[in-house]
């Protein structure tokens, strides 16, 4: 598996994994907690048995069991030598791609796993699998560290017979805008037409400027004709995208859209693992959990906080403790979580529906109110942490009510693009105030 795997990959679901026991003709792999289990049982299943069959033709089943008396920690990796933390990459002036930022190295969960699949498949058969490709999500999730992925893999795997090319919006409304102004459009725009992948960043910032958008428009065109592979990221979905003509977004929804959202604490810790891998560090399981605890919606933030950590290690010579950590982690977030209350969620729920806070803690199973109630749950939990008993207890509900009602929103923000695009404009209002 380790050699069929990505790097990342492997190391946050099988790294940790072991071969316990042969039982007939089940083999009992153990796994480190109940998400990983979930996880490796859903995606990897058949992949390993058809390992283990290679070397143990008897074996028909896998029992996958969570930790307990089979499991043993891994040992210790060796002391590793000092070294920079960040590794020195450039961006390739002539594609746009800098050659840090690859698909092995890109941890998939459940948050990111759509949009990681279609990366990887639209790398073996460019042009001809979801094209366009658009992903969207929130700041710090991944997409550029995605889109550029994928044009770094094409360039590998294609050996320089496809060209990607990879461009921040903004950086391509300055070519254009140059591009006219020198009358050079035309030498502009077949620098933008002369490519087998197209990749612009953060589209969300190209629109308002009504000849960038005409442009843009031609090449998208041109190039789809021609079955180039076109890869389009933003903050928010399609049909969000106030600014963009109707035109261009009916073209965005004609391929594949798919969104990244908040990676779960599991895959946090992951994350964390993975990046202290790269960088030839380590630190104590507690800190780790600590920085994935603390840091839950931006993995720029999170890597930021890590680096600070492991200078400071390196500087004191000494492991650093959960409360020097602690101290670290509070100094970075403090300036940007607003400290809001559970009466600002509901009101601004309640403001936004139409409704007052009284619709919403009230007994009423109108339509109407459900969603929005259910919403307020959502992000009760989300914003604030709540336990579930207070949130049922604050809205007159018990707390297998808020669970429900928590897990079926989290579960449906991933699938309902106006749902996720409500959810933001409500934390927009509270954050706001
Ligand atoms: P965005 O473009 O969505 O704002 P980035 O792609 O710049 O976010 O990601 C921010 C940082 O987090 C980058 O350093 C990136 O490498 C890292 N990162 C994001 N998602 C992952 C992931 N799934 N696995 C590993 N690193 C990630
Ligand atoms: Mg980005």
Known sequence: MQIQLSRANFATWLKNSRLVEKKDDTMVVALPNNFTKTWV???????????????????????????????????????????????????????????????????VGPSNELAFAAATAITEAVGKKYNPFFVYGGVGLGK?????????????????RLKPKYVSSEQYTRDIVWGLRNDRIESIKKKYRDVDVLIID????????????????????????????????????PQSLPVLEDRLRSRFEGGLIADISYPEFEMRVAIIKSKLDEMNRS?????????????????RELEGVLKKIIFLQERKQTEVTEKMAEEI???????????????????????FFNLTVEDIVSHTRRKE????????????????DLSYPYIGEKLGRDHTTAI??????????NKDPGLNQKILMIKDLIFKN
Do not use: C, W
């Open 404 to 413: 429900h009602s928590y897990e079926k929103i989290s579960h449906e923000i």
């Open 202 to 237: 953060d589209i969300q910032f190209i629109g308002g400027k009504e000849k960038t958008e005409e442009e843009f428009f031609h090449t998208f065109n041109a190039l789809y004709e021609n079955n180039k592979q076109i890869i389009i990221s933003s903050d928010r979905p």
């Open 144 to 160: 550029t560290h995605l889109v550029q992925g994928i044009g770094n893999e094409v360039l590998m795997k294609y050996k320089g």
């Open 369 to 384: 109110i459900v969603e929005p109630r259910q919403i307020a749950i959502y992000l009760l939990r989300d914003i604030s």
């Open 283 to 299: 630190l104590s399981d507690a800190v780790v959990a600590l920085i994935a605890k603390r840091l839950r919606k931006n993995i």
């Open 329 to 351: 982690i509070d100094k970075a977030t403090k300036s940007n979580t607003k400290h809001v209350n559970d009466t600002q969620i509901i009101k601004a729920v309640a403001d």
């Open 41 to 107: 049982e859903n995606k990897y299943q058949k992949h390993l048995l058809g390992i283990i069959r290679n070397f143990d033709g008897s074996v028909r089943k896998i029992e996958f069991v969570v930790g307990g008396k089979y499991f043993t920690p891994v040992e210790e990796r060796p002391a590793q030598e000092a070294g920079g933390i960040d590794l020195d990459f450039k961006t390739d002036p002539e594609t746009g791609l800098n050659p840090k930022y690859r698909l092995s190295s890109f941890v």
